[in-house]
């Protein structure tokens, strides 16, 4: 980044696609990503449009960035910022995958830079305000769009092996004008087979969840904020199906076993979209499918290694690489 | 504190020093190779040089206490020819008192990130690292070490300061540093040696006894200069450093009838490719429960097919040559540096070593050093 003194800083990032951008901008102010968030985000109004996301016309980006206050940043804000990133490419191999537009219902990565002294990732601008904001105030059609909507994105991370692992009133985000919901903030989430590092508890997280990367984590999560978002009042025991705000909601049959605190006994995202009679459904995105010359190299391996009869399955390591600090 | 599987291992038999000088019987200890000079030394068994170089006869010495202090400190003489092998030279007494010192060679271009790879090896085998595999680590040359810790692990881990890129011509084999391994069977040497590869191809004594010598090869990978010397047809250019070393190698020991070293290739900087998920995979992981040969294997076909899709075959030259042989995902620093203000490379995140044990791990199975269930099966 250019002189922060200037009004306008250079911002130069890699896209997506390998590519290496310069744009001009005008920094607003630093904000917390989410309360308690170790990064940082601000608004960068482009000085002039940009065309470099699937042709359209960009002229403002949202930076994320972990910021150095002087020693030596925590490794966990790098992490965080790297998860980011990562799930922000994995979204969108993921609808290439599944010759899919993307969903506008994901914040999306348009650029990043980790080697910057600040490291930062880009995105487009979020649609909506936070669910925290518009608490109480779904009519019953709003509300039925949000529950189908928020079950959507949680489908399609389930086809990609995403948890979020943060979905909350601050993650969630509610466009009223549209009708649409959009998911930020993937600092924490896990990919199902890599390593996983525990997440803190929280009122939005089932207290048994805390080190799974099962993407029915978000489950519990989604239908906790469902009844928040609707009633005004965290899940906090009980029956919360019995909460007569909660009439219209069409996850009602559902809600017990969306609870249910034994991650196994949940149903999938995919199981809930079938039961609300939504069939709009991303299938599973294996990593590597399709990737044919990864596919000829280890058959290529294999020649050299043929497998043991001895050999056993690979033993599933997901460990946690170490624990996260408080956000 | 961090308990191997299996609990501590039995400490080893010490051979028992002789108590009688009897100074025309044959040593009872076998010869070993020098790893100043890499010529075969053997020990007499009592004859010692002390931290001010006077020599000293250990059968002399009645009090064991003493004698234990002399023996922690002592060095030997190097018994290989001096006309031959560089003159008169001194190794710890630990590298003659044991089995078989391993030899292990890291070789790989300039700015490769071969030597922070090894410093961030060293540093983790320093703070017991190897204990998951059920093994001790005990530095073989205390002051070798603390010149180690002082010029290359204190400025990368302790000020996050980058190495100076290794020479662009190496011209030399270099003894780097030496570790003193207890596994369950005993108690064996293991050092580590650089290598540039332009070192290799000189016709020289030092450069010709490595060759008879090594036992084990780790070849390092640079991500960013597989993507640097990608040609027009999409393969990436030859790095002559693998292929140059690796046919020297076989061909010297063919000679010689000594089959080939056994060889661990590995992506170093696989930070700078975190983000692919095949990567991703992998690099977060730590080896917590010991040894686990299907997850090597698991780990090696990945990274093979990574080098194969990115049509970096020159790197998998070893593969072909070598058996037994893994490949393995690798950061040194989990970062890369940047020029500062004091016209220094700085880590701005400062180092985190990822799996950087992993390689030797495989070595040393491969070796029979660690001796776990499937040991048998690593690289095969």
Known sequence: MADQHSSTVAVEFHTPQDGRVRLEARPGPDAPAVPGSPLRLRSLRLTEPWYGVDGGQVTELLQKRVVRTGGWAQWPHYDALDREIGIGLRLLRGCAAVSRPYPQHFSRLVGYDVDEPEPFALFLPYRGEPVSRVVRRFLLPGQRAFESGLFHCLQQLEALGVSHRSIGPETVLWDQRASRVQLVDFGDAAVRGSVVTPVPGSPWRCARDLRSDDPRFDVWSAAALVCYAVTGRPVEGGDPAKDPALRGSSLLTLLPRLLDPNIASRPTAREVLRGLGHFEIWPDVEDGAGDTEFELGGAEFDSYFPPSARAGSVRSESIPAEQRGSR | ?380
């Open chain 2, 1 to 380: 504190m961090i308990v191997p599987p299996g609990g501590w291992p039995d400490p080893p038999e010490q051979r028992a020093l002789p108590e009688s000088p009897e100074p025309e019987a044959e040593s009872q200890y076998d010869e070993v190779r020098c790893p100043l000079c890499l010529g075969m030394t053997r020990w007499d068994g009592h004859t010692v040089y002390d931290v001010s170089g006077a020599e000293v006869d250990l059968n002399r010495i009645t009090n064991p206490l003493k004698r234990a202090e002399v023996v922690d400190y002592a060095r030997v003489k190097c018994t290989a020819p001096e006309e031959d092998f560089g003159g008169k030279h001194y190794l710890p007494i630990d590298y003659v008192r044991w089995e078989q010192p391993l030899v292990i060679g890291f070789i790989g271009g300039s700015e490769t990130g071969k030597s922070t790879l090894l410093t961030a090896m060293v540093r983790e085998i320093d703070r017991g690292g190897l204990a998951v595999y059920g093994l001790e680590s005990e530095p073989l040359d205390r002051e070798r070490h603390r010149e180690f810790e002082l010029t290359r692990i204190e400025p990368l881990f302790g000020r996050a300061t980058a190495h100076d890129p290794t020479p662009r011509v190496q011209k030399n084999v270099q003894f780097v540093d030496a570790f003193r391994i207890t596994h369950a069977g005993g108690v064996r040497p293991v050092a580590f040696f650089d290598v540039g590869g332009e070192g290799l191809r000189m016709d020289e004594p030092g450069v010709n006894r490595f060759l008879y010598a090594v036992e084990a090869l780790i070849f390092v990978a640079d991500p960013a200069l597989i993507e640097k010397n990608r040609q027009a047809d999409g393969f990436a250019g030859k790095d002559g450093t693998f292929q140059t070393a690796l046919d020297r190698i076989i061909r010297v020991r063919r000679e010689q009838a000594i089959a080939p070293p056994a060889a661990a290739v590995v992506l170093a900087k696989s930070d700078m490719r975190r983000f692919d998920p095949v990567v991703e995979r992998w690099l977060g992981r730590e080896a917590r429960d010991g040894l686990d040969p299907d997850s090597i294997r698991a780990e090696s076909r990945d990274v093979y097919a990574f080098l194969y899709r990115l049509r970096a075959t020159p790197w998998l030259y070893p593969v072909s040559r070598c058996r037994p042989c893994t490949l393995h995902f690798v950061s040194a620093t989990s970062g890369s540096a940047r020029m500062g203000d004091e016209d220094v490379a700085r880590y701005q995140r400062g180092v985190r070593p990822r799996r950087v044990l992993e390689p030797l791990a495989a070595i040393l199975a491969m070796s029979g050093v660690i001796d776990a269930p499937g040991a048998d099966r690593v690289g095969r």
